[in-house]
């Protein structure tokens, strides 16, 4: 195994890891639940986060910066404090998921995985996020929302903008 000196992550996550690359026969496997990890402690994948991780599974930093290209969900640069994510899949489209985009776009000012200016939201335009039946549908952060109407979404905006969120820390 890997010895890391300085890890830049907490001792929890640190921990974490260092179980993470016993459980899978291949070390690499690890790679994209780690990136998930560091992603929700750092905000995002920074380079000293490809580092890290390349340096623990023996891999070069190339071969994580390729799997990192390759998933949508993983960013390179940091998120809004809250990351709305509006599915436009099948289901929410036909039920108005690309209003519900829409209506985000214009309300907090941004497109498709750009930030507000004070840094409170980010919005991004995803695949299917498992709530088909209830669509259309949101996630912030880890927090669902569905069977959305663009005044619900207003409401949902507001509530975190005022940092009252399920989700809030
Ligand atoms: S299609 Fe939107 S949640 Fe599945």
């Given at each position: 195994?890997?010895?890391?000196?300085?890890?830049?992550?907490?001792?929890?996550?640190?921990?974490?890891?260092?179980?993470?690359?016993?459980?899978?026969?291949?070390?690499?496997?690890?790679?994209?639940?780690?990136?998930?990890?560091?992603?929700?402690?750092?905000?995002?994948?920074?380079?000293?986060?490809?580092?890290?991780?390349?340096?623990?599974?023996?891999?070069?930093?190339?071969?994580?910066?390729?799997?990192?290209?390759?998933?949508?969900?993983?960013?390179?640069?940091?998120?809004?404090?809250?990351?709305?994510?509006?599915?436009?899949?099948?289901?929410?489209?036909?039920?108005?998921?690309?209003?519900?985009?829409?209506?985000?776009?214009?309300?907090?000012?941004?497109?498709?995985?750009?930030?507000?200016?004070?840094?409170?939201?980010?919005?991004?335009?995803?695949?299917?996020?498992?709530a088909?039946?209830w669509?259309?549908?949101?996630?912030?952060?880890?927090?669902?929302?569905d069977?959305?109407?663009?005044?619900?979404?207003?409401?949902?905006?507001?509530?975190?903008?005022?940092?009252?969120?399920?989700?809030?820390?």
């Amino acid at each position: 195994m890997s010895t890391i000196t300085n890890s830049i992550f907490t001792p929890e996550t640190a921990a974490r890891f260092d179980h993470l690359v016993t459980i899978y026969p291949v070390k690499r496997s690890a790679l994209v639940p780690m990136l998930l990890y560091a992603q929700d402690e750092v905000g995002y994948i920074s380079d000293a986060v490809v580092t890290e991780i390349a340096q623990r599974l023996d891999l070069l930093e190339l071969d994580v910066r390729n799997v990192l290209s390759y998933y949508s969900m993983l960013r390179t640069k940091p998120a809004g404090k809250y990351n709305v994510q509006v599915c436009t899949n099948i289901s929410c489209m036909l039920r108005g998921g690309y209003e519900i985009l829409d209506h985000c776009k214009a309300k907090l000012g941004i497109g498709h995985k750009e930030v507000t200016p004070d840094g409170t939201f980010s919005l991004e335009e995803v695949e299917c996020i498992g709530a088909c039946c209830w669509a259309p549908a949101i996630q912030v952060n880890y927090d669902f929302h569905d069977n959305l109407t663009t005044a619900k979404v207003d409401e949902i905006i507001e509530t975190y903008r005022a940092g009252k969120g399920k989700d809030v820390k």
